[in-house]
């Protein structure tokens, strides 16, 4: 460009995105000149200094620090933003969550304030009222694996057992009139339920440890009433319940001798459409059925349990009891030989004359018993076939195996002998 000013040829280099320098050579006057604009550059060093213009000045275009400060500012604004963005997101992620557990309270509040309005649920009792009912907690009854209990007494005079829960094993989820009072709250879980002044029925039956003989009228519906809890468990709630320490302990007497099966922690529930489970070995030696070495079960273990119980009842013995001869310690080694000698009366606790009396009736029972300790799991009845034929409305199987030796299960039975136990917490737990 020709007879421009400096000014005009540094604006034009500017302005063209392919000028790399500007170069002006001053004219005749300091005024104006020509303006060269080359699209590369190269070394200057080599030149001829007799080309070189000395009233010529050079502009190279470089990146002006101006735009530095622009380019730092641009990254701390994005670095902003999206933290400004990220810390929005978890606040709302954190609001959602705070909203979703007030929400959940919210409605297991008030599903827990609607129980009490639902006839035929359990009665509810604040804590307050029942700190007050035990006096705080004073009257100890007993502790085991699930926690305290305490006696207590309410309002109205009647006596509660109070048992603060540390551990739970699963529970049955029956909805019937025989369900006793329980009480679930947030911080602390309690199961309330009416005392059982007579305890537990080892205290009855066990020479040594029983403050009076049973009639055997008391038996027979103490008997009965475990039988009917029983049935009870494995077939009328909504999952089937099999308790899995059916013993003396676990059979709890109020002061009419009304009998109720007590104590679930080991208990195990089952869907209706299995006929069997597998569970690690669990129960009290000396009441396990002989199936638990295969650790498939069914609800035929607490028939076993049971008729362990009722030949205990019948003979006012352990099952094994080191203070017999030893031919005589195994009670089932007992049952076979008198059976086969025709002998079975000479089982009968001898404490009872009520019992001798009612011989025929006892019998009859002794072989409720045996049908109950059938080896073979699948030969022995349900619960609610032993409950119509203790109410007389069927007939004890007339072909029974009396062979009930199994040395596997003899040898657990021999740990047994602690079972001879007073008003415990084990014996405290959720009556039916």
């Known amino acids: 460009m020709e007879k421009v000013d400096i000014e005009t040829c540094k604006q034009a280099c500017f302005e063209n995105c392919s000028c790399k320098a500007a170069i002006f050579r001053y004219g005749s006057d300091a005024s104006s000149g020509?303006?060269?604009?080359?699209?590369e550059l190269f070394t200057l060093m080599n030149v001829d200094p007799d080309v070189i213009y000395h009233n010529?000045?050079?502009?190279?275009?470089?990146?002006?620090?101006?735009?530095?400060?622009?380019?730092?500012?641009?990254?701390?604004?994005?670095?902003?933003?999206?933290?400004?963005?990220s810390v929005l997101f978890l606040l709302g992620v954190i609001g959602f969550l705070i909203y979703i557990i007030c929400k959940r309270r919210q409605a297991t509040q008030m599903e827990e304030e609607s129980i009490g309005e639902?006839?035929?649920?359990?009665?509810?009792?604040?804590?307050?009222?029942?700190?007050?009912?035990?006096?705080n907690f004073n009257k100890k009854l007993g502790e085991g694996g699930f926690g305290a209990v305490f006696e207590g007494t309410l309002e109205d005079d009647s006596k509660i057992a109070v048992k603060c829960l540390e551990g739970l094993g699963q529970h049955s989820s029956c909805k019937s009139g025989q369900t006793q009072r329980i009480l679930c709250l947030k911080?602390?879980?309690?199961?309330?339920?009416?005392?059982?002044?007579?305890?537990?029925?080892?205290?009855?039956?066990?020479?040594?440890?029983?403050?009076?003989?049973?009639?055997?009228?008391?038996?027979?519906?103490?008997?009965?009433?475990?039988?009917?809890?029983?049935?009870?468990?494995?077939?009328?709630?909504?999952?089937?319940?099999?308790?899995?320490?059916?013993?003396?302990?676990?059979?709890?007497?109020?002061?009419?001798?009304?009998?109720?099966?007590?104590?679930?922690?080991?208990?195990?529930l089952i869907d209706r459409n299995q006929s069997q489970v597998m569970t690690t070995m669990r129960g009290t030696p000396g009441y396990l059925a002989p199936e638990w070495l295969s650790s498939v079960i069914t609800e035929k273990v607490d028939v076993y349990g049971f008729g362990i119980i009722l030949l205990e009842m019948l003979c006012g013995r352990k099952k094994f009891d080191k203070s017999q001869p030893e031919e005589s310690?195994?009670?089932?080694?007992?049952?076979?030989?008198?059976?086969e000698e025709g002998m079975l009366l000479d089982m009968v606790d001898k404490y009872s004359e009520d019992m001798q009396t009612h011989s025929s009736e006892v019998v009859e029972m002794m072989k409720v018993a045996s049908w109950c300790l059938q080896y073979d799991y699948t030969k022995r009845p349900s619960m609610?076939?032993?409950?119509?034929v203790l109410e007389g409305v069927m007939e004890v199987e007339s072909r029974l195996d009396y062979d009930?030796?199994?040395?596997?299960?003899?040898?657990?039975?021999?740990e047994q002998d602690k079972d001879m136990t007073p008003l415990m917490a084990s014996v405290l737990s959720v009556p039916r």
């Open 34 to 39: 020509d303006c060269y604009l080359p699209l």
């Open 56 to 85: 010529a000045s050079a502009f190279i275009k470089v990146q002006g620090p101006s735009s530095y400060p622009y380019s730092k500012l641009s990254t701390a604004g994005v670095v902003i933003i999206s933290a400004s963005v």
């Open 118 to 135: 639902v006839p035929g649920m359990p009665n509810r009792f604040p804590y307050e009222e029942l700190k007050i009912a035990t006096e």
């Open 187 to 268: 911080s602390q879980r309690f199961l309330v339920y009416e005392f059982m002044s007579n305890g537990s029925l080892d205290r009855w039956i066990y020479h040594g440890v029983r403050e009076h003989v049973l009639e055997w009228k008391c038996r027979k519906k103490i008997i009965l009433d475990v039988a009917k809890g029983l049935a009870y468990l494995h077939e009328d709630c909504r999952q089937k319940i099999i308790h899995l320490d059916i013993k003396p302990q676990n059979i709890l007497l109020d002061s009419d001798f009304n009998a109720k099966v007590s104590d679930f922690g080991l208990s195990k």
């Open 329 to 339: 310690q195994h009670l089932l080694d007992v049952l076979q030989k008198c059976w």
């Open 384 to 388: 609610s076939t032993v409950v119509k």
């Open 404 to 414: 009930f030796t199994d040395p596997r299960m003899q040898n657990t039975a021999v």
